[in-house]
């Protein structure tokens, strides 16, 4: 197995170009296991972690660009306050010593319906930015991303570079069923964030799907319905919930079963829209 | 031949506490700096490794074996079948003798042996296991353990009949006083499948040596009973077999049936080189036998007032494809079906049948924890049907010294149930839930409540464990102990075959000659067959039997050493170096009388005997020993998605005399962890008797979330006929913390819950 080690990014994505089939390698928390499983025999690893600009983020403007090789510690301990979404995820992610390896790029890169950066960045409306020496940028609308099992819209010759999330304008919630309390793949998941300038909530399913997805008829619903200068309608939020529970096409597998997913979405989504439109009242009432 | 290296080797015992002293382990710090070498990391000069080849399959014929590919494959040494089996082809533990070295012509569970690779790199050895070619016959596997028990139509799994054992007890008369009984109630309860999980997996080295024989350095229970079976299939006497314990990375009953052992053996004399075998996580769970998992119907009659008349009790236990601990499995559920609880007329039958399901057999608490789990649910069932609260029901049938087992057996030492159930019930609350931290919450820091739908639950459970082998085994141990003087300082060498697995055994050796001969310099032999059998470490029993054995060696030595005392005396002791006249003081030093001389002695411990249970009515007084916990669990459960965080457990058991208070609380948190995942999480689950979450991705053990912090109550009522009075301390809070936890959350959500683990689906319907 050929390791190969570029040093700037110019170098990643010719190597990347060069040698489509070689894998990504940036915290190895998912590409380490696989190898040891056997799962995969790569003819080539292409090794990110000296490619230093990958594990930083930057602002531009109101938009936070993480950077693919950012380890979710960094966004817990540094991003919180402006995305709060995808750092409660982060918190979520398997134990310290994971989160002190583990990236949202990687997390993107393997493209898990369980994996757990997801439904924050698709409430968020986060943007992907892959690039490829030979056509450059692309910039991937999140909801655009995830293709199926494992799939993702990244061609050969891409690498991702960062995921651009816009600093939060109203409150964020992340939620995760596990049957554990701590280091457990998401049984299922879901995500909301308020968007108080364009009167929209934004939502993310994870685990519950092929791929991660918004529930988007709950989304039109409330973007319909809901009165935001009032409390949370206990009818509107019984119903956000079952939206959110259909827009899910879960399965029956050793985590869970199907019927309980499809459940545990709807409690999921009546609680995480109820905290946020308290932070947001009560922000408003300050 | 060379020798290996990270062989085990004698280890100094630190400190200079003597019994009852919270000495530390010796190898602890090891361990700690990850500096302690357990099995995996066995090493010799030019040795090979073996891979196995397993079936996919729960039930298939093999119709042909190629093995050409696979040995034409370069760095392969050898590829071999049962064909190649020198000796005996079956084994099995407690000389079952029905378990396959390597599948002749089927397989009869997914996982099962079939041939060996010996390669030059572990990866090669791998590679040609895929060039091995199999051609199929696939048949439907047998996974129904109530057809196999009940239906005789039933396909046979394996060469013997089903049931491998049905086993009755049978006490008063069940039927007359069925009808007058003012309160029924029944319940169906199952235990999934655990798994030992023990985070070593399976792994040793083989050596093949000049005289033909062979050295073994293995991770093991029990050597000389591994030793019984792998001499005759290797077709070695049992001198020509050198076995060496390991470093045992965990072993809770995993590590009592074989697993790479004779293979590496057969590998190795084949070859000629030494041959190293270690599975990986996903290999271990099918490299292993798993709990058994159970189905079980209860029904209890009583009066009233909560006083049990009557107990109609059946148990099913699915052994899979071959007997393995299945027959004391089944004993032990029969024998303790009821638990300790005075109940007039009995009526139990316990069945272990064959499947194609995983192979189980020991896991720590075998057969007393499927059964603990029903009878305390039926303590609660009974207590609410009748209006008497869980502490009271249990106080109002609750055994003591002198009461009978279901057995006839009259419990012969003190068993203060009542007292205990009492303090479990007094002891302090945990604080009421502070949701300002996440982390305090069912589901933790992945923020599925803030407090909505949380609820918080109280249970109780009991559990008594027999402690030794039952049923008129002569489980013995030997302990050799030479005293002599090194570097000017007695010193004491203690040598057993018994197997420390991480339970601190070698602490408590060496605690114990430190106390009877007086000195402080303790060192400790590693593990061999050099010495007679220690017996298992297992059924709670080392501490007990060795511990035994090591005091009586040490007695042996003391004695031997008063003989070389100038003058009469007959008020000897041993104590600070010196030896001590009750009359006249301080005789002399013990160096000064011992000189250059060495005083070795071996000693056998036997404990109480012990009789079969009567194959009609269960009757006898099968057990050495009975030890018994108390649990309390306060849980708090999100009831709208199901999920469960046990804030605290607090266990009261009796161990007869605490010899090391920090190993022994270290053994009830450990044993109460182990029941926790049970009760809320740790399953293997298997369809078509096909495993769906070999690994620790999906096979999900506790962790320090979710093992709250414990209240523990040790009490210490002397069993006049155990060393020190000691009582085995491992299995019973394994038994009593699930059904705890699982009344807990019945409790909290007023569910019926009959099945562990209980699942959030389970919860939220
Ligand atoms: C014990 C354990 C617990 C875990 N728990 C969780 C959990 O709770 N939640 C969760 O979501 N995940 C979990 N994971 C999975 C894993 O940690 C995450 O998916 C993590 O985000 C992967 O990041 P990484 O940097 O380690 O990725 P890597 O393993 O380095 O890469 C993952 C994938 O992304 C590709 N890749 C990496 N960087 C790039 C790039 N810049 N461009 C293109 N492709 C790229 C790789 O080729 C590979 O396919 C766990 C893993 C382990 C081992």
């Given at each position: 197995?050929e390791?190969?080690?570029?040093t700037?990014?110019?170098e990643?994505?010719a190597?990347k170009?060069?040698q489509?089939?070689?894998v990504?390698?940036q915290?190895g928390t998912d590409?380490?296991?696989?190898i040891?499983?056997?799962v995969?025999r790569?003819?080539?690893?292409l090794?990110?972690?000296?490619?230093?600009?990958?594990?930083?983020w930057?602002?531009?403007?109101?938009?936070?660009?993480v950077?693919?090789g950012l380890?979710?510690v960094?966004?817990?301990?540094e991003?919180?306050?402006?995305l709060p979404?995808l750092?409660?995820?982060?918190?979520t992610?398997g134990?310290p010593q994971?989160?002190n390896?583990?990236t949202?790029?990687?997390?993107?890169?393997?493209a898990?319906?369980?994996?757990d950066?997801?439904?924050?960045?698709?409430?968020?409306?986060a943007?992907?930015?892959?690039?490829?020496?030979?056509?450059?940028?692309?910039m991937?609308?999140?909801?655009?991303?995830y293709?199926g099992?494992k799939r993702s819209?990244l061609e050969?010759?891409e690498?991702?570079?960062?995921?651009r999330?816009?600093a939060?304008?109203g409150?964020?919630?992340?939620?995760k069923?596990g049957?554990r309390n701590a280091?457990?793949?998401?049984?299922c998941?879901?995500?909301?964030?308020?968007?108080?300038?364009?009167r929209?909530?934004?939502t993310g399913?994870?685990?519950?799907?092929?791929t991660?997805?918004r529930?988007?008829?709950?989304?039109?619903f409330l973007?319909?319905?809901l009165?935001?200068d009032?409390?949370?309608?206990?009818?509107?939020?019984?119903r956000?919930?079952?939206l959110?529970s259909?827009?899910a096409?879960p399965?029956d597998?050793v985590r869970g079963?199907?019927?309980y997913?499809?459940?545990?979405?709807?409690?999921?989504?009546r609680?995480?829209?109820t905290w946020?439109?308290?932070?947001y009242r009560k922000?408003?009432?300050? | 031949m060379?020798l290996?290296?990270?062989?085990?080797?004698d280890?100094a015992a630190p400190?200079i506490g003597?019994?009852?002293?919270?000495?530390?382990r010796?190898?602890g710090?090891?361990k700690?700096?990850?500096e302690?070498?357990?099995?995996?990391d066995?090493?010799?000069?030019g040795?090979?490794?073996?891979a196995?080849?397993r079936?996919?399959?729960p039930r298939?014929r093999?119709?042909s074996?190629d093995?050409a590919?696979a040995l034409a494959?370069?760095?392969v040494?050898?590829v071999?079948?049962h064909?190649?089996?020198?000796?005996r082809?079956?084994?099995g533990?407690?000389?079952t003798w029905d378990?396959?070295?390597l599948?002749i012509?089927?397989?009869?569970h997914?996982?099962?042996?079939?041939?060996?690779?010996?390669?030059?790199?572990?990866e090669?050895?791998r590679?040609?296991l895929?060039k091995i070619?199999?051609?199929w016959e696939?048949l439907?596997p047998?996974?129904?353990?109530?057809r196999?028990a009940?239906d005789?139509?039933?396909?046979?799994v394996?060469d013997?009949p089903?049931?491998?054992r049905?086993?009755p007890?049978r006490v008063?008369?069940v039927?007359?006083?069925r009808?007058?009984?003012?309160?029924?109630?029944?319940?169906?309860y199952e235990?999934?499948i655990?798994d030992?999980a023990f985070?070593g997996p399976?792994?040793?080295?083989?050596v093949?040596?000049?005289?033909?024989?062979?050295e073994?350095y293995?991770?093991?229970?029990?050597?000389?009973?591994?030793?019984?079976?792998?001499g005759?299939?290797l077709g070695l006497p049992e001198?020509?077999?050198?076995?060496t314990?390991s470093?045992?990375?965990?072993?809770?009953g995993g590590r009592?049936d074989l697993s790479m052992q004779?293979h590496?053996a057969?590998?190795a004399?084949?070859t000629g080189?030494?041959?190293?075998?270690?599975?990986?996580?996903?290999?271990?769970?099918?490299?292993?036998v798993?709990?058994?998992?159970?189905?079980?119907?209860?029904?209890?009659g009583?009066?009233?007032?909560?006083?049990i008349?009557?107990?109609?009790v059946?148990?099913?236990l699915?052994g899979g494809?071959y007997?393995?601990?299945t027959l004391?499995?089944v004993?032990?559920?029969?024998s303790?079906?009821?638990g300790?609880?005075?109940?007039?007329n009995?009526?139990i039958?316990?069945?272990g049948?064959y499947?194609n399901n995983?192979?189980?057999?020991?896991m720590?608490g075998f057969?007393?924890?499927?059964a603990?789990f029903?009878?305390?649910?039926?303590?609660?069932k009974l207590?609410?049907?009748?209006?008497?609260?869980p502490?009271?029901?249990?106080?109002?049938?609750?055994?003591s010294?002198?009461?009978?087992?279901?057995?006839g057996q009259i419990?012969h030492?003190p068993?203060?149930m009542k007292?205990?159930?009492?303090q479990?019930?007094?002891l302090?609350?945990?604080?009421?839930l502070?949701s300002?931290d996440i982390?305090?919450?069912?589901?933790g820091?992945?923020?599925?409540?803030?407090?909505?739908g949380v609820?918080?639950?109280v249970g109780?459970?009991?559990?008594l464990k027999?402690?030794?082998?039952?049923?008129?085994?002569?489980d013995y141990s030997?302990?050799?102990?030479r005293?002599?003087?090194?570097?000017?300082?007695?010193t004491?060498?203690?040598?057993?075959a018994a197997?420390?697995v991480g339970?601190g055994?070698?602490?408590i050796e060496?605690q114990?000659?430190?106390?009877?001969?007086g000195?402080e310099?303790v060192?400790?032999?590693p593990?061999?067959?050099q010495v007679?059998?220690?017996?298992?470490?297992?059924?709670s029993r080392?501490s007990?039997?060795?511990?035994?054995?090591v005091?009586?060696a040490c007695?042996?030595?003391?004695?031997?050493?008063?003989?070389l005392?100038?003058?009469?005396?007959?008020?000897?002791?041993?104590?600070?170096g010196?030896i001590?006249?009750a009359?006249?003081?301080v005789i002399a030093?013990?160096?000064d009388?011992?000189?250059?001389?060495?005083?070795?002695e071996?000693?056998?411990?036997h404990?109480?005997?012990?009789t079969g249970m009567?194959?009609?009515t269960?009757?006898?007084?099968t057990?050495?020993?009975?030890a018994?916990c108390v649990?309390?669990a306060?849980?708090d459960?999100?009831v709208?998605?199901?999920l469960?965080?046990?804030?605290?457990l607090?266990?009261v058991?009796d161990?007869?005399?605490?010899?090391n208070?920090?190993?022994l609380e270290?053994?009830?948190?450990?044993?109460t962890?182990?029941g926790l995942?049970l009760?809320?999480?740790?399953?293997?689950v298997?369809s078509d008797?096909k495993v769906?979450?070999?690994?620790?991705?999906?096979?999900?053990?506790?962790t320090?979330?979710?093992?709250?912090p414990?209240r523990l109550?040790?009490l210490?009522?002397a069993?006049?006929r155990?060393?020190?009075?000691l009582?085995?301390?491992?299995?019973?809070?394994?038994?009593s913390?699930t059904?705890a936890?699982v009344?807990?959350i019945?409790?909290?959500?007023?569910l019926?819950?009959h099945r562990?683990p209980v699942?959030?689906?389970?919860?939220?319907?």
């Amino acid at each position: 197995m050929e390791f190969l080690r570029p040093t700037t990014w110019a170098e990643a994505l010719a190597a990347k170009a060069d040698q489509p089939e070689a894998v990504p390698i940036q915290g190895g928390t998912d590409v380490m296991v696989e190898i040891n499983f056997d799962v995969h025999r790569p003819p080539a690893l292409l090794d990110l972690n000296q490619v230093g600009e990958l594990a930083t983020w930057s602002r531009e403007g109101d938009t936070y660009r993480v950077g693919a090789g950012l380890p979710y510690v960094t966004i817990i301990e540094e991003l919180g306050g402006v995305l709060p979404g995808l750092a409660q995820a982060s918190r979520t992610v398997g134990s310290p010593q994971i989160r002190n390896r583990g990236t949202v790029g990687g997390n993107l890169g393997a493209a898990s319906p369980a994996g757990d950066s997801h439904p924050p960045l698709l409430a968020a409306g986060a943007v992907v930015e892959v690039e490829s020496r030979a056509r450059g940028v692309r910039m991937i609308p999140a909801h655009e991303f995830y293709l199926g099992v494992k799939r993702s819209a990244l061609e050969p010759d891409e690498l991702i570079r960062a995921v651009r999330v816009e600093a939060a304008r109203g409150p964020q919630y992340f939620s995760k069923v596990g049957t554990r309390n701590a280091m457990v793949i998401a049984v299922c998941s879901f995500s909301v964030a308020l968007h108080p300038g364009e009167r929209r909530v934004g939502t993310g399913i994870g685990s519950a799907a092929p791929t991660p997805r918004r529930a988007l008829e709950a989304e039109e619903f409330l973007a319909g319905e809901l009165d935001w200068d009032a409390r949370l309608d206990s009818a509107v939020l019984k119903r956000f919930g079952e939206l959110c529970s259909r827009a899910a096409s879960p399965i029956d597998d050793v985590r869970g079963t199907a019927d309980y997913r499809r459940h545990a979405i709807a409690v999921m989504a009546r609680r995480t829209l109820t905290w946020a439109w308290n932070d947001y009242r009560k922000v408003r009432a300050a | 031949m060379t020798l290996p290296l990270r062989a085990p080797h004698d280890i100094a015992a630190p400190g200079i506490g003597g019994v009852g002293e919270s000495t530390l382990r010796p190898d602890g710090t090891l361990k700690v700096k990850g500096e302690f070498a357990y099995a995996s990391d066995l090493w010799a000069e030019g040795m090979l490794w073996g891979a196995t080849l397993r079936s996919p399959h729960p039930r298939a014929r093999i119709v042909s074996i190629d093995t050409a590919p696979a040995l034409a494959h370069p760095g392969v040494r050898a590829v071999l079948t049962h064909e190649d089996v020198p000796g005996r082809k079956h084994y099995g533990l407690d000389l079952t003798w029905d378990q396959p070295v390597l599948a002749i012509g089927e397989v009869r569970h997914q996982g099962e042996a079939i041939a060996l690779v010996a390669a030059d790199h572990p990866e090669t050895a791998r590679r040609a296991l895929d060039k091995i070619a199999i051609e199929w016959e696939i048949l439907e596997p047998l996974t129904d353990a109530r057809r196999a028990a009940f239906d005789p139509s039933y396909p046979q799994v394996q060469d013997r009949p089903n049931p491998a054992r049905h086993q009755p007890v049978r006490v008063g008369d069940v039927e007359a006083v069925r009808a007058g009984a003012e309160v029924v109630v029944t319940g169906t309860y199952e235990v999934g499948i655990q798994d030992q999980a023990f985070l070593g997996p399976e792994s040793g080295l083989a050596v093949p040596a000049e005289d033909g024989g062979i050295e073994l350095y293995v991770a093991t229970q029990w050597m000389h009973n591994d030793l019984k079976q792998i001499g005759p299939c290797l077709g070695l006497p049992e001198e020509r077999i050198r076995m060496t314990l390991s470093g045992v990375g965990g072993a809770f009953g995993g590590r009592e049936d074989l697993s790479m052992q004779i293979h590496a053996a057969m590998l190795a004399l084949h070859t000629g080189a030494p041959v190293k075998m270690m599975y990986n996580r996903h290999e271990s769970f099918f490299g292993h036998v798993h709990r058994h998992p159970a189905q079980m119907r209860y029904e209890y009659g009583a009066s009233r007032d909560g006083k049990i008349l009557y107990a109609d009790v059946e148990i099913v236990l699915d052994g899979g494809a071959y007997t393995s601990a299945t027959l004391n499995v089944v004993g032990n559920a029969a024998s303790l079906g009821v638990g300790p609880y005075e109940i007039p007329n009995v009526k139990i039958d316990a069945y272990g049948v064959y499947t194609n399901n995983p192979p189980c057999g020991a896991m720590r608490g075998f057969g007393a924890v499927q059964a603990c789990f029903a009878y305390e649910s039926m303590m609660d069932k009974l207590g609410d049907a009748c209006g008497i609260d869980p502490v009271t029901i249990r106080r109002t049938n609750a055994a003591s010294q002198g009461s009978a087992l279901a057995t006839g057996q009259i419990i012969h030492a003190p068993l203060p149930m009542k007292d205990m159930l009492a303090q479990a019930r007094d002891l302090p609350m945990p604080a009421p839930l502070d949701s300002s931290d996440i982390r305090n919450l069912p589901g933790g820091a992945s923020q599925t409540t803030h407090g909505e739908g949380v609820r918080r639950g109280v249970g109780y459970g009991v559990g008594l464990k027999n402690i030794c082998f039952s049923e008129g085994y002569d489980d013995y141990s030997t302990a050799r102990v030479r005293l002599e003087v090194i570097g000017g300082v007695a010193t004491a060498l203690v040598h057993t075959a018994a197997a420390e697995v991480g339970q601190g055994l070698v602490t408590i050796e060496a605690q114990i000659a430190r106390t009877e001969l007086g000195i402080e310099n303790v060192v400790i032999h590693p593990a061999d067959n050099q010495v007679g059998s220690a017996g298992s470490s297992s059924a709670s029993r080392q501490s007990y039997m060795t511990g035994g054995s090591v005091q009586a060696a040490c007695w042996a030595v003391r004695d031997r050493l008063f003989t070389l005392v100038d003058g009469l005396y007959d008020d000897l002791s041993l104590a600070g170096g010196k030896i001590i006249s009750a009359s006249r003081g301080v005789i002399a030093s013990i160096e000064d009388v011992l000189g250059d001389r060495v005083i070795e002695e071996t000693r056998e411990y036997h404990h109480h005997p012990t009789t079969g249970m009567d194959p009609v009515t269960g009757q006898g007084d099968t057990h050495t020993q009975v030890a018994l916990c108390v649990h309390r669990a306060v849980v708090d459960v999100d009831v709208e998605l199901g999920l469960v965080k046990v804030v605290e457990l607090a266990a009261v058991q009796d161990v007869g005399k605490i010899l090391n208070r920090l190993s022994l609380e270290g053994q009830i948190h450990g044993g109460t962890a182990q029941g926790l995942g049970l009760a809320v999480m740790e399953e293997i689950v298997v369809s078509d008797g096909k495993v769906r979450n070999p690994s620790f991705t999906d096979y999900l053990i506790p962790t320090i979330l979710d093992m709250p912090p414990m209240r523990l109550e040790i009490l210490e009522n002397a069993d006049p006929r155990a060393p020190y009075g000691l009582r085995g301390a491992g299995e019973p809070p394994t038994l009593s913390s699930t059904p705890a936890i699982v009344a807990a959350i019945r409790d909290a959500t007023g569910l019926a819950l009959h099945r562990v683990p209980v699942r959030p689906e389970h919860i939220t319907g």
